[in-house]
C-alpha cells in the first residue's frame, strides 16, 4: 500500500514541475509585456519633450535668443527666491516679536493675578481688624440715650449713624468685590420663604432711613423662592442702601409682585433720578452717574456692580426704570420655591422686649465688649461682659447670676473659639441658654458650621436691629 503511494507521488512529481515552469513563464512574458508599453510611453514622452524645445527655440529665433530667455528666466527666479527669503525672514521676526508680546502679556497677567490675590488675602485677613473699631463706634453710639440729647445734639448723633452706616457698607462692598474676584463663591440654592429675609433686613435700614429724613415702607409677602438666600440677601442690600443714599426727600418702598416667570422684588425711591443714556452704564464698576444735583462722595459705584455681578451668578433677571427728578425703580426676578409650610413673620415688634435677660458677652476686644454692654443695658438686660469664658463664669457666680443667653466673639485671645467659649459657660449651669457667636469672617463654610451647631450667627459691624429681634425671641420663649 506504501509502496503504490509512493509510486503515485513520483509520477506525479514532474506533472507538477511543469504546471510550475508554465506558470513562471507566464508571469515572466507578462512582465516583459509590461516593460516594453513603459518604454514606448517613455518613447513617446522624449519626442514630445523634442518637439517642446525645437518649437521653443523656433519661437525665440536663435539659440542665442533661446539662451537669453533662459537667462532673463533664471534673473526672475532669483529676484522672487529673495522675495520668499526676505518674506520669510520677516515673517520670522513678527513671530519672535509676537513670541516676545505673549512672554510679557503672560508675566503681566501673573502680575496681576498675585496682586489680586495679595489684595483679597489682605482685605480678608484684614476684615477683623477693620470690623472691630467700627463695631465699636455702633455699640457706642446705639447706648446714647436720645431723650438726654435736644437740638443740634441729637441730630449730630443722627449724622453720625448715618455715616458710620455709609462706612459698614462700603466695608461690606469691598469685601464683596474681594469674594467674587477670588471666584470662590459658590451658589447654595434652596428653597425659602422671601419673608426670611426681607423681613430681616428692612428694618436694619429703618433707622438709616429715619437719621436721614426718610420714610422706608415694606410690604411684605408670603412667597417662596428659591436661590442662594444670603447672595440674594446682598442683591437687597445694595439696592436698599442705594435708594435711601439717593434720596434726599420722599420715601423707600420695599415689596414684592407675582410674575409669571417668578417673584419681582423690587426697590422704589422717591429720589433723584437717572438718565436714560446711564441706566445700563450704572452697573460696572465704578462708574457714577456725572454730577447734578448728586453728591460725589456718596460712594465708588461698586454697589450695582455687585448686584450685576451676583445676578449674573444666580441668573437672576434685572430691572431698572428711572425718571430724573422723581425717582427710580430697582428689581430682580428670582425663580419661585416649593413651599414647605407656613412661615412667620420676622419683623420685630417697635415696642420693648418682653423681658430683662442676663446675657454673657464674651470678646477680648475692649471696645466691642464695652459698647455691647452699655447697648443691653440701654435695652433693659443685664449684661456681663468679660474677655473669657473662665471670667465670665466667675462674674455670674460672684453675682448669683444664671445666664439666659451667651454672646460670644468667634475668635478670642490664645486661638480659643467661640463656641467653645460658650459650651465652657454653659458647663458651669444646670440648662444650657441659647448662644450666638459674632465673626467677622465671612467665610460661608464656617458661618454654616456655626449654624449646625445650633448657634446663632451675627456678623460684625453687629445689625443692632437683627440683635435686638434676637433678644426679643428669646426674651418671649
Partial sequence: ????????????????????????????????????????????????LMVRVEKTVDDQGSAFSWFQAAASLEEAIRQRTEQYEQLNLRLKRELESRREI?????????????????????????????????????????????????????????KARVALASLSNLLDTLLDVARLDSGGIE??????????????????????????????????????????????????RNLISNAIRYTLRGRVLVGCRRRREGLLISVHDTGLGIEREHLEAIFTAYYQVPAGGRARTVGIGLGLSIVERISTLLSLRREVRSIPGRGSLFAVMVPYGRPRGRTKSRVAAAGGVASSL????????????????????????????????????VQFIGADLTPDFIISDYHLS?????????????????RAPPAAIMTSDPDPRLHAAVRDKGLALLAKPLNLAELRALLERISRQ
Avoid at 511543469?18 to 507578462?30: E, H, M, P, Y
Avoid at 483679597?120 to 453710639?141: E, K
Avoid at 455691647?372 to 461682659?385: C, D, E, S, Y
Avoid at 490664645?414 to 444646670?430: L, N, Q, T
Wanted: hydrophobic share 45%; proline share 4%.
Fill in 1 to 48: 500500500m506504501k509502496a503504490r503511494t509512493r509510486r503515485a507521488k513520483a509520477a506525479a512529481a514532474p506533472r507538477n514541475a511543469v504546471k510550475a515552469l508554465a506558470a513562471q513563464d507566464k508571469r515572466a512574458a507578462t512582465s516583459i509585456a509590461r516593460l516594453r508599453a513603459e518604454n514606448r510611453a517613455l518613447k513617446k514622452s522624449v519626442r514630445a
Fill in 414 to 430: 490664645g486661638s480659643i473659639k467661640g463656641d467653645a467659649a460658650v459650651e465652657e459657660v454653659r458647663r458651669e449651669f444646670d
Fill in 102 to 158: 505673549e512672554l510679557a502679556l503672560k508675566q503681566a497677567k501673573e502680575v496681576a493675578d498675585r496682586a489680586n490675590e495679595t489684595k483679597t488675602r489682605f482685605l480678608a485677613a484684614a476684615s477683623h481688624d477693620l470690623r472691630q473699631p467700627l463695631s465699636s463706634a455702633l455699640l457706642f453710639l446705639e447706648s446714647i440715650s436720645e431723650p438726654a440729647l435736644k437740638g443740634l445734639d441729637l441730630d449730630y448723633l443722627h
Fill in 187 to 236: 451658589p447654595q440654592y434652596a428653597d425659602f420663604p422671601v419673608s426670611a429675609v426681607l423681613d430681616r433686613i428692612v428694618p436694619e435700614f429703618s433707622s438709616v432711613a429715619r437719621s436721614a429724613g426718610l420714610q422706608l415702607d415694606y410690604v411684605s409677602s408670603g412667597a417662596w423662592v428659591r436661590t442662594d438666600m444670603h447672595l440674594l440677601e446682598t442683591v437687597l
Fill in 358 to 393: 442676663a446675657i454673657a458677652v464674651i470678646d477680648d476686644d475692649p471696645g466691642v465688649r464695652l459698647g455691647l454692654a452699655a447697648t443691653l443695658v440701654k435695652w433693659g438686660h443685664r449684661p456681663i461682659a468679660a474677655a473669657t469664658a473662665t471670667e465670665a463664669v
